[in-house]
């Protein structure tokens, strides 16, 4: 039992850790968003749709923090990470029916354990920037070994130096994710069943999905956007009555 | 009016465009920096990073101190930028009075005090800080909108 | 003589790890100058020739990911104008200071602040409509601009050398970003209209009296709690915060009313 949980996490934390990279150590593709992220540990642990349910909600949730300057901003991949995987250990530990299964207000059982993740997860995002800052402040220590050999007339290999602070992003943000996947997904088979009150969190649910739309709103916020997005509303309410 | 005033070496860069713009819903940007305003290709860069609704102006800091206070009129609001904290000092003794001082970004890394990753001051920052907070100037230590500030405490003497 | 194709591509691939080693003191100091590398040593013969110039481009530097890629470019063309003494040796490596601040800030309102909640948006209305699908449509539309300025701006940078300022200046990036915002408001707000229904539905099959009214209340009473929860982040509180405050009341609403 335990050793199951315990390559779950391991799994879990290595794909996260190669997921986090893209933030901000290399490519910066964007798989690192929740909108990919999730569906991606999703489908790692077997049920994508599952993942992308709350990719969605997630990443217009943390649409708007971008990494400006030195300012390292919510994580919200290590966020998507988590809340995918340790749903869907509690999903599996939910007990008969199967939260999989579950349709409340026609939403699915994943996204129902949504709100009161988000509420225990949220925290640990201190976890995942500290562990980014480590990194941002070990690895001027590269720089300086770099500098130092060129100073030494020796035509080291920049490019290797470089890469060492690629792979301290890599270890520091698996071992920040291994943290605190392994508890909680020891504490979700515990009480995932628990968590199988549908009617708790609907309304929870609505206002995660208003709250990212007020997000995302802020984001692209210009003199014109507020009336640009009620007439694209209204727009589209109208086209729909008609139809 | 100028609704901000903030010290970073960088002057303009990501975070004044993206987070502290929007946050005050700033319409100018006002650059102090004698070493940017005495190069014609930087200006042309940084004015370019202006549009319809943000205006970018690269000056002196002499010549800032002569014409924005004149220029003060109500319905523009002004970030203003300076690259390090004497020209801060600079502006205000001339009579242009601030509130609060913003601290983005500092680096100096030769015997300096780390307040934050990206603040690092030396002696004379910490003179111009205290002289600053004696004057009654708020010092506000962060680098975008909702960071939490840091608290700059004095050291013992 | 100009660098190689192959030194080219070897250049592209090395600005994607550009923040590999990114720290608070330099920055991408040291990405920046591992990229440049490959490019020194054709212009310089190679090894212990080219050490000066590594040692000038391993400097304190940072500016948006993307946007080193025109600067990698034209600090590439100046060495070699440089080399051949037609423009002080360090010209370069003075342009790449010059520029990383602004190019920061283009790249960061560009990139950061309007292409990315523009495929953001797209991307979670697509997975209304096509499921799963809406991950490709995101990636390739985000990464259409993204990979344009990595191989773009690189090729540009160093055919232009310094002129590659006016180039970047003639695309006109702050005027786009505030086109692409407005893109992002109306795609926002079909989503907003799409998310309405897919909740109203259920409702409705609760066979309600008045269900018009209802369904009208529910809409007015979303689109106002959209507009207090805008005006708080406006206001500077963090979006973490807005989750407590959004949910945790929420929370027990559902307890209450089960």
């Known amino acids: 039992m335990i050793a199951n949980m315990l390559a779950h996490s391991m799994i879990v934390s290595v794909t996260g850790g190669a997921l986090l990279l893209d933030r901000t150590a290399a490519f910066q593709t964007m798989v690192s968003r929740p909108l990919v992220a999730a569906p991606l540990i999703g489908w790692v642990l077997g049920n994508p749709l599952m993942g992308l349910a709350i990719g969605v909600v997630l990443e217009i949730i943390f649409i708007g923090d971008p990494p400006v300057g030195s300012h390292i901003p919510v994580n919200e991949t290590a966020l998507a990470v988590v809340i995918t995987s340790v749903t869907a250990t509690a999903l599996d530990a939910g007990g008969s029916p199967g939260l999989h299964e579950v349709r409340y207000f026609g939403i699915t059982g994943a996204l129902l354990l949504l709100p009161p993740l988000l509420l225990v997860v949220v925290p640990l995002n201190m976890i995942y920037q500290r562990a980014d800052a480590l990194t941002r402040r070990l690895n001027a220590g590269f720089f300086y070994a770099a500098a130092r050999s060129l100073e030494e007339g020796v035509p080291v290999s920049l490019m290797k130096e470089n890469l060492k602070g690629l792979l301290l992003f890599f270890l520091t943000g698996t071992a920040a994710l291994f943290i605190t996947i392994f508890p909680l997904t020891i504490a979700a088979s515990y009480f995932g069943a628990f968590l199988a009150m549908p009617f708790f969190f609907s309304f929870a649910l609505a206002g995660c999905l208003i709250l990212g739309i007020a997000a995302a709103l802020n984001a692209v916020c210009t003199d014109r956007s507020l009336i640009i997005f009620i007439t694209a509303c209204m727009g589209a309410i109208i086209l729909w009555i008609v139809r | ?157 | ?258």
């Not at chain 2, 930087?42 to 990073?49: E, F, K, P, Q, T």
């Not at chain 2, 680096?107 to 920052?125: A, C, F, K, W, Y």
């Open chain 3, 1 to 258: 003589m100009s660098i190689r194709t192959g030194t080219k591509l070897k250049v592209f691939f090395s600005s994607f790890f550009i923040q590999a080693s990114w720290s608070f003191e330099k920055m991408q100091g040291l990405g920046f100058a591992a990229a440049i590398s490959p490019a020194m040593k054709d212009v310089f013969n190679g090894g212990r020739s080219s050490i000066p110039a590594m040692r000038r481009h391993l400097a304190y530097y940072n500016a948006h990911p993307y946007m080193a890629s025109p600067i990698l470019g034209a600090a590439i063309r100046l060495e070699e104008k440089g080399r051949d003494a037609e423009c002080p040796v360090d010209a370069g490596a003075r342009l790449k200071g010059m520029l990383m601040g602004p190019y920061g800030a283009i790249g960061d309102s560009f990139f950061w602040g309007s292409v990315r909640p523009l495929a953001s948006c797209l991307g979670v209305l697509c997975a209304m409509l096509w499921g799963l699908w809406c991950i490709p449509v995101f990636l390739v539309f985000y990464n259409a601009f993204h990979l344009w300025m990595r191989w773009d701006g690189l090729m540009k940078g160093y055919m232009l050398g310094e002129g590659v300022v006016g180039y970047v200046i003639s695309l006109e990036l702050p005027k786009w970003s505030i086109r692409l915002r407005y893109a992002s408001a109306a795609v926002l707000g079909i989503f907003f209209a799409m998310a309405a229904f897919g909740l109203a539905r259920p409702v409705m099959a609760w066979h309600l009296n008045n269900q018009g009214t209802w369904l009208f209340a529910g809409m007015i009473l979303a689109f106002i709690s959209t507009f207090f929860l805008k005006m708080f982040l406006r206001k500077g509180i963090t979006v973490t915060s807005l989750v407590y405050i959004v949910v945790l009341p929420l929370i027990i609403l559902g307890a209450i009313l089960r």
């Open chain 2, 1 to 157: 009016m100028i609704v901000l005033v903030r010290v970073d070496d960088r002057l303009l860069h990501g975070q004044i465009v993206c987070s502290w713009v929007p946050y005050i819903k700033a319409n100018a940007l006002i650059i102090a920096s004698d070493a940017a305003a005495g190069d014609s290709i930087v200006r042309g860069i940084m004015a370019s990073c202006g549009h319809g609704g943000l205006s970018v102006e690269v000056e002196s800091v002499d010549d800032v101190i002569r014409y924005i206070p004149a220029g003060a009129d109500g319905d523009s609001k002004a970030i203003l930028i300076v690259g390090e904290l004497g020209d801060a000092m600079r502006i205000y003794e001339a009579g242009m009075r601030f509130r609060s001082l913003n601290i983005g970004n500092i680096h100096h890394e030769q015997d300096g005090r780390t307040l934050s990753p990206s603040v690092i001051i030396n002696g004379e920052d910490e003179a111009i800080i205290e002289r600053f907070e004696d004057a009654g100037v708020k010092i506000d230590i962060r680098d975008v909108p909702t960071s939490v500030a840091v608290a700059y405490a004095r050291r013992p003497r």
